[in-house]
C-alpha cells in the first residue's frame, strides 16, 4: 500500500467503494460499527509503520487549549516542588533541611510515609488520602472538570504517574497505587469519567521513565523488593518492562485520547518505545478513536507531536505542536506561598501559540486534600472569558502565513516566560476554510489600529468583503468602515478611541471572497524540532546569556539564565560560569549541566537548542550554599 492510500480513512475507503451504512461498513472491512479514523488500519513495531500515523488529530489542532495537572503524594509536604521526592534525600539541600525539621530524617521517616501515612514530629498526621466530597472530604472531580469547561479547555486530564513511582491509577502490575493505598480510589478513573462526562477529550500524562532513570538518585538501596520499585531500583530489563506494563494499563483501562510523556524517553528501548506506539495505535484503530502522542526526545514528529515544556517557537512551525506550561514558575505542584503568572500573561501566551501552528496544555497545581486554589481559579476563568466570547478566533482555526507583529518577544524555544503583550502586539490565525483572517490585538488599539504587515505592497485586499470587531458576547460584532492601506501598512478605524468593552485582547475579523491574502514575503520559520537520533549541527553565530535571581529561601535560591541568540542563528549552545561563594546546583531544567567546584557547564545542544537570529530561550534551576551565603547577585555567563 502507497503513503496516500495509507492516510485514507475508513469513511474514505467506504465512499470510494460506493458503499454506505453501518452494514457495508462491517461487511467491506471486517470491524463493527466502524467510524473513520486517519491513518493505516494496522501497525507494526517499525518506525515505517508507526511514521505513518498522523500526528496531529483534528480534535486536537481545532481544541488548541487543555488543563491537566500535578497532584500526588509530592504535594503533601507542599514544600519546594514536584522534585522533593528526591531532593528530601540529597543531605544538606533546602527540601532535605525541611524535611528533617517538620518530619525527621529521611532514613527514619522515608518518602513512602507520604503514601502509606504517618506522624510528623508534631504529632500531625500526614498521608496522601484525598476523600471525596460525598464522603465528607474536599475533592469533587466533577467540579473539576465543570472549571475545566469553565476555562475553555477541549481536553483535561491528570499526571498519571510523575517521577516519584506512585500510580494514581487500579494498577496490577504496581503495589504502589492509589487503591492499594492512600485514598483507596481509581483516581485516573474518577478523572476520566468526570471529564467526559462533560464532552472534553481526556489527556493523560505519564512521567515514569525518570522513576528509574536517576531521580532518586540520593535514596539508598533498599532492602526489599517492593521498595526497591517504588525507589526505581529494579534490574534494567524489569524497569523497562514495568515501563511497558504500565502504559498498556492505562491505555486499556481508560482509552486514553492523549497521551503525553516527559523529556529521556531515550532511555528506554527503542523496541520497547515502538511497541508502545504500535500498541496504542492499534488499540485506537479498534476504538475507532484518532489519538495523540507527544514527545521532548525518543519518539519524531512524523508521527507524534513535538512539545517545548513552558514555551513555543519563535515563529510560525511545521508540523503542529504542543506547549506545556503551567500557573506558576517556581512549582508544577502546589506549595506553601506558590505564586502565580498574570492571567493576561498566560492568555497572551495561549493566543501567541496558536498563531505559530501550536496547542498549549496548561498545569494547575491543587492542594494535596484535593483544592483548585482560588488564585489558579481566577488564571483559568480569565482566559474562559476570553475564550467564550471571542473563541471563533481560537477554536478551530489555523496558523495564516504571518503569525503576527509587534515589539513583544514571545517564544523562542523551551522555558521562556510567558509575557503580556502591549497594544502594538497583534497575532493572526484564519479560520480553516481560509475565507477569514482574525487579528487579535493584546490592548485597546485606539482609534486607528494599524496592521503593519498588510501594506500596500505586501497584500492585495481586492477580495475583502468585510471587517468587524468581534463584540462583547460571543456571535456579536460591530462593523467597520472600509480601512485603508498603503505603505505603512492597513489601517482600520475603530468604534472609538477608548475600549467599548472591558477584555484582555481584541479581535478584528477580515472576511474575504476565496481565500485570505498571503503576503509576498514572509517571515523565516523558526526551526522544526529534531527528530530523534539526528545529530545537531555545531552551534553558528554568537549568543550571549543573562542571569537574574527568581526566588530565594534560607539556604538555596531559584534562578534563570536566557540565552539570545546574536545576528546569526544558532543550533546549539553552552553557557558557562563560576559560582562565587560556593554555590551548588541541585536541579535544572531544559539542558544537562557539569559542576566542577564552582564552575558550572550548561549544555542545551541536542535538545531543542537551535534558536533563530535574535531569538531567546531561557533555563532555571536551583541551587544551594553553604553557610549564610546569599544568592549571587550577577555571574558572568559566556556561551559557546
Given at each position: 500500500?502507497?503513503?496516500?492510500?495509507?492516510?485514507?480513512?475508513r469513511?474514505?475507503?467506504?465512499?470510494?467503494?460506493?458503499?454506505?451504512?453501518?452494514?457495508a461498513?462491517?461487511?467491506?472491512?471486517?470491524?463493527?460499527?466502524?467510524?473513520?479514523?486517519?491513518?493505516?488500519?494496522s501497525?507494526?513495531?517499525?518506525?515505517a509503520?508507526?511514521?505513518?500515523?498522523?500526528?496531529a488529530?483534528?480534535?486536537?489542532?481545532?481544541?488548541?487549549?487543555?488543563?491537566?495537572?500535578?497532584?500526588?503524594?509530592?504535594a503533601?509536604?507542599?514544600?519546594?516542588?514536584?522534585?522533593?521526592?528526591?531532593?528530601?534525600?540529597?543531605?544538606?539541600?533546602y527540601?532535605?533541611?525541611?524535611h528533617?525539621?517538620?518530619?525527621?530524617?529521611?532514613?527514619a521517616?522515608?518518602?513512602h510515609?507520604f503514601?502509606?501515612?504517618a506522624?510528623?514530629?508534631?504529632g500531625?498526621?500526614?498521608?496522601?488520602?484525598p476523600?471525596?466530597?460525598?464522603?465528607?472530604?474536599n475533592?469533587?472531580?466533577?467540579?473539576?472538570?465543570?472549571?475545566?469547561?469553565?476555562?475553555?479547555?477541549?481536553?483535561?486530564?491528570p499526571?498519571?504517574?510523575h517521577?516519584?513511582?506512585y500510580?494514581?491509577?487500579?494498577s496490577?502490575?504496581?503495589?504502589?497505587?492509589?487503591?492499594?493505598?492512600?485514598?483507596?480510589?481509581?483516581?485516573l478513573?474518577?478523572?476520566?469519567?468526570?471529564?467526559?462526562a462533560k464532552?472534553?477529550?481526556?489527556?493523560?500524562?505519564l512521567?515514569?521513565?525518570w522513576?528509574?532513570?536517576?531521580?532518586?538518585?540520593?535514596?539508598?538501596?533498599?532492602?526489599?523488593?517492593t521498595?526497591?520499585?517504588?525507589?526505581?531500583?529494579?534490574?534494567?530489563?524489569?524497569e523497562?518492562?514495568?515501563?511497558?506494563?504500565?502504559?498498556r494499563?492505562?491505555?486499556?483501562?481508560?482509552?486514553?485520547?492523549l497521551i503525553w510523556q516527559?523529556?529521556?524517553l531515550?532511555r528506554?528501548d527503542e523496541?520497547r518505545?515502538?511497541?508502545?506506539?504500535?500498541?496504542?495505535?492499534?488499540?485506537?484503530?479498534a476504538?475507532?478513536k484518532?489519538?495523540?502522542?507527544?514527545?521532548?526526545?525518543?519518539?519524531?514528529?512524523?508521527g507524534?507531536?513535538?512539545?517545548?515544556?513552558?514555551?513555543?517557537?519563535?515563529?510560525?512551525q511545521t508540523?503542529y505542536w504542543?506547549?506545556?506550561?503551567?500557573?506558576?514558575?517556581?512549582s508544577?505542584?502546589?506549595?506553601?506561598?506558590?505564586?502565580?503568572?498574570?492571567?493576561?500573561?498566560?492568555?497572551?501566551?495561549l493566543i501567541?501559540?496558536?498563531s505559530?501552528?501550536?496547542?498549549?496544555?496548561?498545569n494547575v497545581a491543587?492542594t494535596?486534600?484535593?483544592v483548585?486554589?482560588?488564585?489558579?481559579?481566577?488564571?483559568?476563568?480569565?482566559i474562559?472569558?476570553?475564550?467564550?466570547?471571542?473563541?471563533?478566533?481560537i477554536?478551530?482555526?489555523?496558523?495564516?502565513?504571518?503569525?503576527?507583529?509587534?515589539?513583544?518577544?514571545?517564544g523562542?524555544?523551551?522555558?521562556?516566560?510567558?509575557?503580556?503583550?502591549?497594544?502594538?502586539?497583534?497575532?493572526?490565525t484564519?479560520?480553516?476554510?481560509?475565507?477569514?483572517?482574525?487579528?487579535?490585538?493584546m490592548?485597546?488599539?485606539?482609534?486607528?489600529?494599524?496592521?503593519?504587515?498588510?501594506?500596500?505592497?505586501r497584500?492585495n485586499?481586492?477580495?475583502?468583503?468585510?471587517?468587524?470587531l468581534l463584540?462583547?458576547?460571543?456571535?456579536?460584532?460591530?462593523?467597520?468602515?472600509?480601512?485603508?492601506?498603503?505603505?505603512?501598512?492597513?489601517h482600520?478605524?475603530?468604534?472609538?478611541?477608548?475600549?467599548?468593552?472591558?477584555?484582555?485582547?481584541?479581535v478584528?475579523?477580515?472576511?474575504?471572497?476565496g481565500?485570505t491574502p498571503?503576503?509576498?514575503?514572509?517571515?523565516?520559520?523558526?526551526p522544526t524540532?529534531?527528530?530523534t537520533?539526528?545529530t545537531?549541527p555545531?552551534?553558528?553565530?554568537?549568543?550571549?546569556?543573562?542571569?537574574?535571581v527568581?526566588n530565594?529561601?534560607?539556604?538555596?535560591f531559584?534562578?534563570?539564565?536566557?540565552?539570545?541568540?546574536?545576528?546569526?542563528?544558532i543550533?546549539?549552545?553552552k553557557v558557562?560560569?563560576?559560582?562565587?561563594?560556593?554555590q551548588?546546583?541541585?536541579?535544572?531544567?531544559?539542558?544537562?549541566?557539569?559542576?566542577?567546584?564552582?564552575?558550572?557547564?550548561?549544555?542545551?545542544?541536542?535538545?531543542?537548542g537551535?534558536l533563530?537570529?535574535?531569538?531567546?530561550?531561557t533555563f532555571?534551576?536551583?541551587?544551594?550554599?553553604?553557610?549564610?551565603n546569599?544568592?549571587?547577585?550577577?555571574?558572568?555567563?559566556?556561551t559557546?
Amino acid at each position: 500500500m502507497s503513503s496516500s492510500s495509507h492516510r485514507l480513512t475508513r469513511r474514505g475507503l467506504l465512499i470510494a467503494s460506493g458503499a454506505t451504512g453501518v452494514a457495508a461498513a462491517t461487511g467491506l472491512l471486517g470491524v463493527r460499527n466502524a467510524l473513520a479514523t486517519a491513518g493505516p488500519q494496522s501497525y507494526t513495531p517499525t518506525w515505517a509503520s508507526v511514521d505513518q500515523h498522523p500526528p496531529a488529530a483534528e480534535w486536537f489542532q481545532d481544541g488548541k487549549f487543555g488543563i491537566y495537572y500535578h497532584w500526588g503524594a509530592f504535594a503533601v509536604p507542599a514544600f519546594g516542588n514536584e522534585w522533593y521526592p528526591r531532593n528530601m534525600y540529597n543531605n544538606g539541600s533546602y527540601e532535605n533541611n525541611h524535611h528533617k525539621s517538620v518530619f525527621g530524617d529521611p532514613s527514619a521517616w522515608p518518602y513512602h510515609n507520604f503514601i502509606n501515612g504517618a506522624r510528623d514530629k508534631a504529632g500531625n498526621w500526614v498521608q496522601f488520602a484525598p476523600k471525596l466530597k460525598s464522603a465528607g472530604g474536599n475533592w469533587d472531580p466533577n467540579e473539576w472538570a465543570q472549571l475545566f469547561v469553565d476555562a475553555g479547555a477541549k481536553f483535561a486530564g491528570p499526571v498519571a504517574e510523575h517521577h516519584d513511582g506512585y500510580s494514581m491509577w487500579n494498577s496490577r502490575v504496581n503495589e504502589w497505587n492509589s487503591v492499594a493505598t492512600g485514598p483507596k480510589l481509581d483516581l485516573l478513573r474518577l478523572h476520566a469519567d468526570a471529564i467526559r462526562a462533560k464532552g472534553l477529550k481526556l489527556f493523560v500524562s505519564l512521567h515514569h521513565q525518570w522513576n528509574f532513570g536517576g531521580y532518586y538518585q540520593y535514596v539508598p538501596q533498599q532492602s526489599s523488593t517492593t521498595l526497591r520499585k517504588l525507589y526505581g531500583q529494579l534490574d534494567n530489563a524489569t524497569e523497562q518492562q514495568l515501563w511497558t506494563d504500565k502504559l498498556r494499563e492505562v491505555i486499556d483501562g481508560y482509552q486514553p485520547d492523549l497521551i503525553w510523556q516527559d523529556l529521556y524517553l531515550g532511555r528506554i528501548d527503542e523496541a520497547r518505545r515502538l511497541d508502545f506506539l504500535a500498541y496504542y495505535y492499534n488499540k485506537a484503530v479498534a476504538w475507532n478513536k484518532d489519538v495523540v502522542v507527544t514527545y521532548k526526545d525518543g519518539f519524531n514528529n512524523r508521527g507524534e507531536v513535538y512539545d517545548f515544556e513552558r514555551g513555543g517557537p519563535a515563529g510560525i512551525q511545521t508540523p503542529y505542536w504542543l506547549t506545556d506550561d503551567s500557573v506558576s514558575s517556581s512549582s508544577w505542584c502546589y506549595t506553601q506561598g506558590i505564586g502565580y503568572y498574570s492571567t493576561t500573561a498566560m492568555l497572551h501566551a495561549l493566543i501567541d501559540r496558536v498563531s505559530k501552528n501550536g496547542t498549549m496544555v496548561l498545569n494547575v497545581a491543587p492542594t494535596a486534600d484535593g483544592v483548585i486554589p482560588s488564585g489558579q481559579q481566577t488564571i483559568l476563568r480569565g482566559i474562559g472569558d476570553h475564550l467564550k466570547r471571542f473563541g471563533e478566533s481560537i477554536y478551530g482555526t489555523r496558523a495564516w502565513s504571518v503569525f503576527g507583529e509587534g515589539p513583544t518577544q514571545m517564544g523562542g524555544g523551551s522555558f521562556v516566560t510567558p509575557r503580556a503583550g502591549t497594544n502594538k502586539d497583534i497575532r493572526f490565525t484564519r479560520n480553516k476554510n481560509n475565507t477569514v483572517l482574525y487579528a487579535t490585538v493584546m490592548g485597546w488599539p485606539g482609534s486607528t489600529l494599524t496592521i503593519t504587515t498588510m501594506t500596500s505592497s505586501r497584500v492585495n485586499l481586492a477580495n475583502l468583503t468585510g471587517v468587524q470587531l468581534l463584540g462583547s458576547t460571543a456571535g456579536t460584532y460591530v462593523n467597520l468602515p472600509r480601512p485603508t492601506q498603503d505603505g505603512g501598512g492597513l489601517h482600520i478605524t475603530m468604534p472609538s478611541a477608548s475600549a467599548p468593552y472591558s477584555a484582555l485582547a481584541y479581535v478584528v475579523k477580515l472576511t474575504f471572497v476565496g481565500a485570505t491574502p498571503t503576503p509576498t514575503a514572509s517571515p523565516t520559520v523558526a526551526p522544526t524540532p529534531t527528530p530523534t537520533g539526528t545529530t545537531t549541527p555545531p552551534p553558528a553565530g554568537q549568543a550571549t546569556a543573562k542571569y537574574t535571581v527568581t526566588n530565594s529561601w534560607s539556604g538555596g535560591f531559584q534562578a534563570d539564565v536566557t540565552v539570545t541568540a546574536g545576528a546569526a542563528p544558532i543550533n546549539g549552545w553552552k553557557v558557562s560560569w563560576s559560582f562565587p561563594n560556593g554555590q551548588v546546583i541541585n536541579q535544572i531544567w531544559n539542558g544537562s549541566h557539569t559542576q566542577s567546584g564552582s564552575n558550572v557547564t550548561v549544555s542545551n545542544v541536542a535538545y531543542n537548542g537551535a534558536l533563530a537570529a535574535g531569538a531567546s530561550t531561557t533555563f532555571g534551576f536551583t541551587a544551594t550554599w553553604n553557610g549564610t551565603n546569599n544568592p549571587p547577585a550577577s555571574i558572568t555567563c559566556t556561551t559557546s
